[in-house]
């Protein structure tokens, strides 16, 4: 029985998360690319530019992949680990102008995805 409510609840199967936590990572982390340097930047270092709420709003995103893989079954210590990425680079990334360079080196939604990937692909094998 699917009603209009379910129909609309976002998936919680292993591939829809995936999915969804690479576009954030993505989006996070590698959205823009930076002309002569060969490297990308995302949301993450951009909006952490803004003093205080920027490093604040991006923790929280990071902490929505930190629930996923709660709600994926990662293990405590894994959910530690990522907890721990978010937290350094918050705490880090506060810092202005070194914190803001800090971003773009340390990418803790990638740290932490490459962490959920090896969770699920054990999952699944």
């Known amino acids: 029985m ?3 409510l379910t129909a609309r609840l976002p998936r919680t ?3 829809s998360a995936r999915v969804r936590i690479e576009r954030l990572e993505y989006m996070l982390e590698g959205a823009v690319r930076i002309p002569g340097l060969g490297t990308r930047i995302g949301l993450d270092a951009l909006i952490g530019l803004v003093p205080g709420v920027g490093d604040a709003a991006m923790a929280a995103m990071g902490l929505y992949l930190v629930w996923e893989a709660r709600n994926l079954g990662a293990s405590r210590f ?3 680990r990522m907890l721990g990425n978010v937290g350094i680079d918050a705490l880090i ?3 202005p102008l070194a914190g803001d360079v800090f971003d773009i080196f340390f ?3 990638s740290r932490n995805l490459k962490l959920l990937r090896r969770h699920l692909n054990r999952a699944a094998a």
């Open 2 to 4: 699917t009603t209009a």
């Open 93 to 95: 990334g506060s810092v």
């Open 107 to 109: 990418r803790s939604n």
């Open 13 to 15: 199967d292993a591939a």
């Open 78 to 80: 894994m959910l530690a």
